[in-house]
Nanobody, 120 residues
Framework: QVQLAESGGDLVQLGGSLRLSCAASGSIFSIPSMGWYRQAPGKQREMVAQ???????RYSDAVEGRFTISMDNRKRMVWLQMDNLKAEDTGVYYC??????????????WGQGTQVTVSS
């Protein structure tokens, strides 16, 4: 089993920056990738960014060029640097990881979430 714990959510002004952190504990070396998802009020949860242990990252179109995901493979820690924040970035951000190679993210490990609010 793996536990994920996020931190770093906050209230930030439009155009500001924020850095989220996520630490994995337990059987961390079973995790092949880690990522961030978010859910805005009244909307479905969506993928924000994912990164593999090999360093390959992918981003949603909504955050490409503004957010950067990074990972410490040895510790299985992942960060999300968010710059030029927009109002539509507001939501609960979840750290996630699949249970193995080729396994679906939806059935993987999830953190409790951390709130990000962008205000004008």
């Amino acid at each position: 089993q793996v536990q994920l714990a996020e931190s770093g959510g906050d209230l930030v002004q439009l155009g500001g920056s924020l850095r989220l952190s996520c630490a994995a504990s337990g059987s961390i070396f079973s995790i092949p990738s880690m990522g961030w998802y978010r859910q805005a009020p009244g909307k479905q949860r969506e993928m924000v960014a994912q990164i593999t242990t090999g360093g390959t990252a992918r981003y949603s179109d909504a955050v490409e060029g503004r957010f950067t995901i990074s990972m410490d493979n040895r510790k299985r820690m992942v960060w999300l640097q968010m710059d030029n924040l927009k109002a539509e970035d507001t939501g609960v951000y979840y750290c996630a990881a699949p249970k193995g190679y080729g396994r679906p993210w939806s059935g993987g490990y999830w953190g409790q979430g951390t709130q990000v609010t962008v205000s004008s």
